[in-house]
Every structure is written in structure tokens, then in C-alpha cells.
T-cell receptor, first 112, second 113 residues
Framework: SQKIEQNSEALNIQEGKTATLTCNYT??????LQWYRQDPGRGPVFLLL?????KEKRKERLKVTFDTTLKQSLFHITASQPADSATYLC???????????FGTGTKLQVIP | NAGVTQTPKFQVLKTGQSMTLQCAQD?????MYWYRQDPGMGLRLIYY???????DKGEVPNGYNVSRLNKREFSLRLESAAPSQTSVYFC????????????FGSGTQLSVL
């Protein structure tokens, strides 16, 4: 069955450093991969989408890589700030209406 | 511009009671979704509506029914609540199948005792 793995342990990082979160998947051939941010008590908020034919995508301090051979995506936040503290979810999609599968998320804590 | 609005924010039910979770979006999106989020399980799709007038089952539809009342509104009904349905429920929408960015509501925390 399809499986998406994100590090369930919280990631603690010093302010100003680069945070790197990992999303691995098995038994899946996604057309695209998304990253969302979720704050406590709130719904997820879309951050970035990267398609299967793209290797890397950037948006401000965020960078996402997508390696379909390794079946892995890396999500980087450069110059991290305490305000970046949240849970980050990866989601894989095949296109169409329902083929989006979410990982369980990684909690990031940026320490001042 | 409110985006996706869910009501209520919190609800406590007794086993066997019924209730309807409401969701409305003001972005003129075509497709709407209901997810549940449980610790260690991630977001799981319950039902979705690709367009007004259509609904389809997702990954975990048992114990739920939905109604796409119009383009704006998509409700989720629990006919006979069970403790296993204790969860946080999220409604989401997308513009159409070629725009995969999901917009989520703020969620409903449901406890079934």
C-alpha cells in the first residue's frame, strides 16, 4: 500500500540555521508533491508544489527538491526564524480530484 | 474574503447522537473535500465533491454522509456517532482539477463520548 513517511520526531533548530525536513514515499508514483504548514488549532496552509519533472523549486526562504528515483523530497527553510515553528506536511498527488495523500507531518521548533 | 468557513469549531457528542458539520467557501471553487486528522495518521479523505451535484467516497467514508448543497456549501453528517469518530475534521476546496492547491478551513474538533 502507499506509504508516506515524515520524521515523526520534532526537529529543533537554532534561529538563523537552515532547517531540512524529509518526505519519503513508497508504492506511489506521484504527478506532484506539495508542502503545507499547519499551526496548532488551524488548518494546513499551502506552501509549495513541485511536479515530477521538476528537480527543485524555490519561494523566498523556502526550497523544495524532488527526487523520483530516491522517492524523496527535501524541504529547506533557510535563515530560520521562531515564526517558522509549526508542523509541516507533505502531500503527494496524482492529479484529478482525490488522489492526494498526506504524510503525518514533522514538527519544527526554531529556538531563538 | 473569508475563504473556507467551518462550523462548529468544537462539539461533544454522546455515542449514537447525530450531527452535521457545515462548510462553506466563498472562492467560487468547484471541488470540495472533507478530511479527518488523527494523531499519527495524517489527514485522511472521507468524501469529496468534484463539482456541484456530485459526491464520491474517499479513503474512510464509513459512518459518514455528505451533501453538496450548492457550489458554496458541502456538509458532513454523522448519523450515529461512535467514539472512533473522535477527530479533527477539516473541509477543503480547490478551484478545479488543474489547480491542486488545497484551501483548508480551520477545523472542527469533535469528541464522541
Amino acid at each position: 500500500s502507499q506509504k508516506i513517511e515524515q520524521n515523526s520526531e520534532a526537529l529543533n533548530i537554532q534561529e538563523g540555521k537552515t532547517a531540512t525536513l524529509t518526505c519519503n514515499y513508497t508504492n506511489y508514483s506521484p504527478a506532484y508533491l506539495q508542502w503545507y504548514r499547519q499551526d496548532p488549532g488551524r488548518g494546513p496552509v499551502f506552501l509549495l508544489l513541485i511536479r515530477e519533472n521538476e528537480k527543485e523549486k524555490r519561494k523566498e526562504r523556502l526550497k523544495v527538491t524532488f527526487d523520483t528515483t530516491l522517492k524523496q523530497s527535501l524541504f529547506h527553510i533557510t535563515a530560520s526564524q521562531p515564526a517558522d515553528s509549526a508542523t509541516y506536511l507533505c502531500a503527494l498527488g496524482k492529479g484529478g480530484y482525490q488522489k492526494v495523500t498526506f504524510g503525518t507531518g514533522t514538527k519544527l521548533q526554531v529556538i531563538p | 474574503n473569508a475563504g473556507v468557513t467551518q462550523t462548529p469549531k468544537f462539539q461533544v457528542l454522546k455515542t449514537g447522537q447525530s450531527m452535521t458539520l457545515q462548510c462553506a467557501q466563498d472562492m467560487n471553487h468547484n471541488s470540495m473535500y472533507w478530511y479527518r486528522q488523527d494523531p499519527g495518521m495524517g489527514l485522511r479523505l472521507i468524501y469529496y465533491s468534484a463539482s456541484e451535484g456530485t459526491t464520491d467516497k474517499g479513503e474512510v467514508p464509513n459512518g459518514y454522509n455528505v451533501s453538496r448543497l450548492n457550489k458554496r456549501e458541502f456538509s458532513l453528517r454523522l448519523e450515529s456517532a461512535a467514539p472512533s469518530q473522535t477527530s479533527v475534521y477539516f473541509c477543503a476546496s480547490i478551484l478545479d482539477r488543474d489547480n491542486e492547491k488545497l484551501f483548508f478551513g480551520s477545523g472542527t474538533q469533535l469528541s464522541v463520548l
